[in-house]
């Protein structure tokens, strides 16, 4: 008899347990902020390649010179490679 009446009270014990758990999950799905949503990507950009070492970059951040376009000032003075 003592065996069931510590079963039933470990049942009971994991019972409470577990709708506290349940209670404790609800209230932080609550509170938890809405998931943002993830940056919109823009078109693409053209891209160019480097008269002097070949690095390919946007065309709006490459530096045009004598002999094509280049990715720094010091490549522009190098001139093509």
Known sequence: ????????VVMVGFWLWRQGRREEMRNRNKSAPAAKAPPAVGPPKAMVRCSHC????PATDAIAGPGGVYCSPAHRRAGPG
Do not use: D, F, P, T
């Open 54 to 57: 070949g690095l390919h970059l």
């Open 1 to 8: 008899m003592k065996y069931i009446l510590v079963a039933v």
